[in-house]
């Protein structure tokens, strides 16, 4: 199971890394993707890295400021966000997935617990 770490509170225009660890799974055998949920909203896809090339997908809403990678010997993915809004805060969850690269929560089999990501002055 994917676990999340390193959400926080931050000013807008600031910066954030989220990890996440692979927990009885290997980072770099699935499909990795970011999500974030606000209340009363469906879960959205952010972002996504292939096992296959690591090739990165992001949502257009993020596209120049969120940066997805992976750590194969710390069996960890990452989500680097920069230039942060209010519009970003929501509770982020880390998925697992072994189908396609998308960001479509269906692709996914494993997730996360979820981090809480505030960006407010």
């Known amino acids: 199971q994917p676990v999340e770490s390193g959400g926080g509170l931050v000013q807008p225009g600031g910066s954030l890394r989220l990890a996440c660890a692979g927990s009885?799974?290997?980072?770099?055998?699935?499909?990795i993707g970011w999500f974030r949920q606000v209340p009363g909203k469906e879960r959205e896809g952010v972002s996504t890295?292939?096992?296959?090339?690591?090739?990165?997908y992001y949502a257009d809403s993020v596209k120049g400021r969120f940066t997805i990678s992976r750590d194969i010997a710390e069996n960890t993915a990452y989500l680097q966000m920069t230039s942060l809004k209010p519009e970003d805060t929501a509770v982020y969850y880390c998925?697992?997935?072994?189908?396609?690269?998308?960001?479509?929560?269906?692709?996914?089999?494993?997730w996360g617990q979820g981090t809480q990501v505030t960006i407010s002055s």
């Open positions: 890295i292939s096992s296959s090339d690591g090739r990165a």
């Open positions: 009885g799974f290997t980072v770099g055998s699935f499909n």
């Open positions: 998925a697992a997935g072994d189908h396609w690269a998308t960001l479509d929560a269906v692709d996914y089999d494993y």
